[in-house]
């Protein structure tokens, strides 16, 4: 029997409410029964309460009575927008290009600016239309330049100045999602939003990594980290939904990793889901054997505050009994360290790379600007992007400190004075290997052939650290190189990056 469910120490919590509910919220039959279960299975410190999504707008008498009956019980009230013309249409965004469509996002920021002081922008505010007007407006440049101006333009123009020309005292955050990689397509612009925008907001949930984005559980506390890189002190908060959270321990695991990362609010989405009931199927096997989610522990009642008991069936019990777990152990954590990993503005290569790192235990902090001075700097084929990437490698390998770079990135820069540090050839060809060795210590097996590709160096130039084996022939896993005071190396990448994990525990 637990106690019933009490504030945090260590950070707030929030609930997101859709336009869908929260236009439910006229009813204040349905709103109360469904507040009363959910505040008994997680203390809520704040509730967002969205006024549009897919050309729903909230009634002003609805909001105002939602708004007065959250403050009423003490909750801190904020605003939403999600700018979807239809999520089940592939997530249909409005189109940026079309005058109808630009008028109507400039009224949702304005009409939404009048009821909340502050509100925040749903991972929705990209744009993947690419209808004629789009088509015509682009001219001869790539998607990713017309539609990173375009979404920059876009924030000011129909957002950020409309919004507060209503409420001059009103904040606008912006919740980026978890596909950090790819925004520079969709019109994210990590390098001039972030100083626009009053705040950030970080989309944790990575889900079950077998569903459609395949993301790593590392991502939902490296891409907090990463934004906090982005607009320091600015990142508001980790979001995370139910969605993928079979078995349940997955659920309470993307809560935990948000809060690791020491987001200082994190954000329920939403109502509706936390209002479902959960399954009994959501019951991990291994259950029983001392994990830190305990799936009957959380299910047992709870005494209220009036002496009644109540028995937790839906999600939002689950959800609270994770908070309550984790805050005991957050007052005990300092700051997240992790090995600087620098990833230009609106790069691409090796695709969420330093989360499979991060998996088997080398703790990654993504930044935006090259960091000079640290004692080592992990580098990734994004880094590309950067035109002074191998001035900016010898400088630091000059200072006396070390760099790593992925094989990716080494045959990305051949060609183009990387070669001044070390002769090597990433080439086309391909191993299967499935013996390691560390050093000169003994070889080890595993299973399963991994492949990689095959990279040549120049004997005694350069030093195989970790070498892979196919019988008789070998080829370097972790390459070693001196340069003026420094030490470089190079990581060769296996073609299927979850090969990280299978590799021996030495190497």
Same mark, same amino acid.
């Given at each position: 029997m637990h106690i019933f469910a009490g504030d945090y120490k260590n950070f707030k919590v929030a609930v997101y409410c859709r336009?869908?509910?929260?236009?439910?919220?006229?009813?204040?039959?349905?709103?109360?029964?469904?507040?009363?279960?959910?505040?008994?299975?997680?203390?809520?410190?704040k509730i967002y309460l969205e006024t549009h999504r897919d050309l729903l707008i909230v009634d002003e008498k609805i909001l105002e009575s939602a708004i007065a009956f959250f403050r009423a019980k003490g909750i801190e009230v904020a605003g939403g927008i999600t700018y979807t013309r239809d999520e089940s249409?592939?997530?249909?965004?409005?189109?940026?290009?079309?005058?109808?469509?630009?008028?109507?996002?400039?009224?949702?920021?304005?009409?939404?600016?009048?009821?909340?002081?502050?509100?925040?922008?749903?991972?929705?505010?990209?744009?993947?239309?690419?209808c004629n007007l789009c088509i015509g407006a682009k001219k001869d440049r790539s998607w990713t330049d017309f539609r990173l101006e375009l979404m920059r333009d876009a924030a000011v123009d129909l957002v950020l100045n409309p919004a507060r020309a209503v409420n001059p005292d009103v904040e606008v955050v912006i919740k980026y999602p978890n596909w950090y990689e790819h925004f520079q397509g969709l019109g994210f612009n990590l390098e001039e939003q972030p100083p626009l925008f009053d705040g950030l907001y970080t989309g944790t949930e990575t889900r079950n990594r077998t569903s459609n984005q395949h993301l790593q559980q590392y991502h939902g506390y490296a891409i907090f980290r990463y934004f906090e890189n982005l607009k320091p002190g600015q990142n508001r908060g980790g979001w995370v939904d139910t969605g993928g959270s079979n078995p349940l321990d997955r659920y309470a695991e993307q809560l935990w990793l948000t809060l690791f990362a020491k987001a200082p609010e994190i954000t329920l989405f939403d109502i509706r889901q936390l209002d479902s009931p959960f399954r009994e199927n959501t019951r991990a096997a291994w259950q029983g054997t001392g994990t830190s989610f305990d799936f009957d522990e959380m299910k047992?009642?709870?005494?209220?505050?009036?002496?009644?008991?109540? #028995?937790?069936?839906?999600?939002? =019990?689950? &959800?609270?009994? /994770?908070?309550?777990?984790?805050?005991?152990?957050?007052?005990?954590?300092?700051?997240?360290?992790?090995?600087?990993?620098?990833?230009?503005?609106?790069?691409?290569?090796?695709?969420f790379i330093q989360n499979y790192l991060g998996m088997i235990g080398i703790p990654i902090d993504i930044v935006p600007e090259?960091?000079?001075?640290?004692?080592?700097?992990?580098?990734?084929?994004?880094?590309?992007?950067?035109?002074?990437?191998?001035?900016?490698?010898?400088?630091?390998?000059?200072?006396?400190?070390?760099?790593?770079?992925?094989?990716?990135?080494?045959?990305?820069?051949?060609?183009?004075?990387?070669?001044?540090?070390? #002769?090597?050839?990433?080439?086309? =060809?391909? &191993?299967?290997? /499935?013996?390691?060795?560390?050093?000169?210590?003994?070889?080890?097996?595993i299973e399963e052939a991994i492949i990689i590709p095959q990279i040549h160096y120049l004997t005694n130039d350069s030093w195989e650290v970790v070498s892979?084996?196919?019988?008789?022939?070998?080829?370097?896993?972790?390459?070693?190189?001196?340069?003026?005071?420094?030490?470089?190396?190079?990581?060769?990448?296996?073609?299927?990056?979850?090969?990280?994990?299978?590799?021996?525990?030495?190497?």
């Open positions: 336009a869908y509910e929260v236009e439910k919220m006229g009813d204040a039959n349905w709103l109360e029964t469904v507040w009363d279960e959910l505040s008994k299975g997680v203390h809520v410190d249409n592939f997530f249909e965004t409005f189109c940026y290009s079309n005058p109808d469509d630009r008028a109507k996002v400039s009224e949702i920021a304005s009409y939404t600016a009048r009821f909340f002081d502050e509100v925040i922008l749903d991972d929705f505010f990209f744009t993947n239309c690419k047992k009642p709870l005494r209220q505050e009036d002496g009644s008991m109540f #028995e937790p069936t839906k999600y939002a =019990r689950v &959800a609270g009994y /994770s908070l309550e777990i984790v805050d005991r152990v957050l007052g005990y954590l300092g700051k997240p360290v992790g090995i600087k990993s620098y990833k230009p503005y609106h790069s691409v290569g090796e695709d090259f960091p000079e001075g640290e004692e080592m700097v992990f580098l990734t084929a994004s880094a590309k992007f950067d035109p002074q990437i191998v001035e900016k490698i010898k400088h630091q390998l000059t200072a006396g400190k070390n760099v790593t770079i992925t094989s990716g990135l080494y045959k990305a820069l051949q060609g183009k004075g990387i070669e001044d540090i070390v #002769e090597l050839r990433v080439t086309e =060809r391909r &191993a299967n290997v /499935s013996e390691f060795r560390a050093g000169w210590g003994p070889t080890v097996k892979a084996l196919d019988n008789t022939n070998g080829w370097p896993i972790l390459h070693r190189a001196d340069y003026s005071d420094g030490r470089f190396y190079v990581l060769t990448v296996p073609d299927n990056f979850i090969d990280f994990y299978i590799m021996p525990a030495k190497v």
